[in-house]
């Protein structure tokens, strides 16, 4: 109960701090004033559309279609998953929701995706609406988050869930692809701190390719070790 008590305080928090101008819910908005993606971006966001060569057709000929693009090397980031003193460690991949919003922002423009959050059963819930100006509609994708075990527990869930909903949209689903990252003790710094292993060496993504939404090479620097050295490199062997 306290914690859900607790949830249902952020979610109104969140909600409210997001305002009117932010947020305007799909009952209030009025479909006509939306301005469509394709209006908003065109080819530029991988948006397209290819209208029937007469009035007597009924299906055009291509559907306009938003892909979500993959992500890009700056927009992923290494985090450290576990690490085993005189071993290594392992990495993970993954994205943060300023990516998410940035990208939710470039597809399909900032005036035409919206979010909310609410509580079930003791859970934090995110959903992502887009503005569909075929259906002249909102569609809305929901996933719950998982409390962040730094800081802030209420908002790290409040983000989680939002990023989670944003993996429902296409945002960043090549990262559950993504190779087993092993960093071998030579690459990295493990100390042990109250006896336990430790690192806080910083690793970036250098290099990574990806093949339809399916993650075919990565490589990776450590830049807390002298050159910046690259530490892992991986590819795909068809």
Excluded: H
């Excluded at 429902?168 to 090549?174: D, L, N, R, S, T």
């Excluded at 006896?195 to 060496?201: E, G, L, M, V």
């Amino acid at each position: 109960m306290v914690k859900s008590k607790k949830i249902a305080e952020t979610v109104e928090q969140i909600n409210e701090k997001q305002g009117e101008e932010t947020v305007i819910t799909a009952r209030k908005m009025v479909p006509e004033k939306v301005k469509t993606p394709t209006e908003k971006s065109g080819e530029d966001n991988n948006c397209y559309i290819a209208y029937a060569q007469s009035d007597k057709e009924i299906v055009p000929q291509k559907a306009k279609i938003c892909k979500v693009r993959d992500l890009k090397e700056d927009e992923i980031e290494c985090k450290i998953s576990s690490v085993k003193d005189g071993k290594g460690l392992s990495l993970l991949l993954y994205k943060t929701a300023r990516t998410d919003m940035s990208v939710l922002d470039e597809t399909f423009g900032q005036m035409n995706w919206q979010c909310e959050y609410k509580e079930i059963k003791g859970n934090m819930y995110c959903g992502i609406s887009v503005f569909d100006d075929i259906k002249k509609e909102w569609i809305t994708k929901w996933d719950c988050g998982v409390e962040s075990v730094f800081g802030d527990k209420q908002k790290g869930e409040a983000s989680d869930a939002f990023k989670r909903a944003g993996f429902k949209w296409g945002i960043g689903v090549e990262l559950y692809t993504s190779p087993f990252i092993w960093i071998s003790s030579k690459n990295c710094e493990i100390k042990n701190v109250n006896n336990n292993a430790k690192c806080y060496d910083k690793f970036i993504l250098e290099k990574i390719k990806t093949e339809n939404k399916t993650i075919t090479g990565v490589s990776i620097k450590n830049i807390s070790l002298e050159n910046s050295p690259r530490v892992f490199v991986w590819q795909f062997n068809k």
